[in-house]
């Protein structure tokens, strides 16, 4: 009995899945059943059922698995990725809590995140942008600094040999690096939205494209909000790097960091090696985690 045949998913919408079994060959698959936890990136086993159609039989075992939550349910965003590229402009102004969430989300999966200020030529409002990334800036987070329709091509060396996935809101400009960076990806957007009907704009549907010189770049549906209820305490406390060395030095085990007496993360706050911004975003998911 021959194997399964086996390909990555390179376009997602609904139930309906783009599987790549070789270059230039794709698949227009489903899955059995109504549940489907598909996602961008995944490597998959399939059933070939006709020409160019299939069945996905089997999601292989994934490195990483970005998503998000909230009270009625899970979003899946891209699977096996090594770097999130979350992307915010000067203008419309982006959502500093999205952005925050979009980091812990990174790091509780050990994904390497990269910041991406885009449209710079926006030069009046670029000094306001850079002073609200400055906090992500102290706590290490790479931001690079250029504009979609004219310095696409740095942001080229962060892709070279990794999978990335692009992240932000509508209005970014997501796409439009996308096609600064991707040749053809217009014309592959075209055709893939047509064998999915999922309707013309780029941002329906998730599409993995091959970086030239290898790596892939997966552009996501623009985003509004990133729940983050799956995470319990423990997954919260790895995912604010800053807050481990003062982690167990609290007097009480079951320290909620709040006004516990003898809270290390407190202390830390009151003498100003943690952020308070970053302790309050912390007591928020984790009011969300307890509420779901």
Not at 9 to 32: M, S
Not at 217 to 229: A, V
Request: aromatic share 4%.
């Amino acid at each position: 009995m021959s194997a399964s045949p086996r390909g990555l998913v390179v376009a997602a919408h609904g139930r309906q899945y783009r599987v790549e079994l070789a270059p230039g060959t794709t698949l227009l698959c489903c899955t059995r059943g109504k549940r489907s936890d598909v996602v961008c990136g995944d490597r998959v086993q399939v059933e070939i059922t006709s020409p160019g159609r299939g069945v996905i039989t089997a999601i292989e075992a994934r490195r990483t698995l970005l998503y998000r939550s909230n009270a009625a349910k899970e979003k899946l965003i891209a699977a096996n990725v090594d770097q999130i590229i979350l992307v915010v402009a000067p203008q419309p102004a982006f959502s500093d809590a999205l952005l925050a969430r979009c980091l812990v989300a990174a790091q509780s999966q050990d994904i390497a995140a990269l910041i991406v200020l885009n449209k710079c030529d926006l030069h009046e409002r670029l000094p306001q942008a850079r002073a609200r990334l400055a906090g992500y800036a102290a706590l290490g987070h790479p931001i690079l600094e250029l504009s979609a329709q004219h310095s696409a091509a740095k942001l080229r060396p962060w892709l070279a040999g990794k999978t990335s996935v692009l992240v932000g809101q509508s209005g970014m400009g997501k796409s439009t690096l996308v096609n600064a960076l991707i040749p053809g990806a217009r014309a592959a957007t075209r055709e893939i939205s047509t064998a999915l009907d999922s309707g013309k704009h780029t941002t329906t549907f998730a599409q993995l494209y091959h970086v030239e010189g290898g790596g892939h770049l997966i552009d996501s549906p623009g985003l509004q909000e990133f729940g983050l209820r799956h995470l319990d305490l423990d997954g919260l406390l790895r995912a604010f790097p800053e807050f481990s060395p003062y982690l167990g030095e609290c007097r009480f085990r079951n320290c909620q960091h709040r006004q516990e007496p003898g809270c290390a993360l407190q202390a830390a706050l009151a003498a100003g090696k943690i952020c308070a911004d970053r302790l309050s975003l912390f007591h928020e998911l984790l009011a969300e985690q307890a509420a779901a």
